[in-house]
């Protein structure tokens, strides 16, 4: 039974219906050569850090008495496409907006 296997096999590779060391041999696996996570990983690629929280805000900002206070959001639409940004004045209500074309951290 060994034997017919091992034929097998060299007779596949011998058929060129997969070339070692290309691509090809990924497609053929269940999993097409994707690597599977385990059970409770945290995927952190393409996320952005939240600098500070909303907790840390100052009373002032809270209570809306001063202008200049200003509450910065993101609208994200299909994953990896155009992003709306926008800023609102707490005590005017004064509102600035803006599409931007992908979700990333530019300084």
Known sequence: ???FIVEY?????RRREIIPGQRGVAR???NKGKTRH???SIETRGKIKISHHISERPEQANQRE???DWEA???AGVTGKACLVTLVDRKSRYLLCE???K???SV
């Open 9 to 13: 096999i060299e007779d596949f590779f």
């Open 99 to 101: 599409k931007v074309a």
């Open 28 to 30: 053929k696996l269940r």
């Open 1 to 3: 039974m060994l034997q």
């Open 73 to 75: 959001d993101t609208v």
């Open 38 to 40: 385990k059970n409770g």
């Open 66 to 68: 001063r202008i200049g």
């Open 103 to 105: 979700k990333i951290l």
